[in-house]
């Protein structure tokens, strides 16, 4: 499995997160909240463009009902996921307060192939 080759414009979400690139064979990348969310919060509104609805899950994909996946085609791509996470999806911050200079996670379920 290779990559993902982004087809959006860099940086996506400057306002709100950095992205470190790492290797990109052994997926590495990750990413850093540039802003505080309090317990609850929106950390980042998704919509429609740029998520799109696909036939297929794929790693890249997040699962939206039992047989829906969408693509976020963006930055929040690079979200890692953690058993501990600091995001509830790539868009909602959990109980915890998401600081500035943290580094971004989601649970494992909430994206899922």
Known sequence: MSPLKPSWKQPSHPEIQQVIAGNAD???TKSLSKVSVPPFGLFAKLGFPPCELVAEA????????????????????YINHSCEPSLVGPSLCDEKVAVLGSLLSEWFFSISI
């Open 26 to 28: 052994d997926f590495t």
């Open 58 to 77: 794929t790693y890249a994909t997040v699962q939206m009902d039992k047989d829906k996946h969408l693509t976020l085609n963006s930055d929040l791509l």
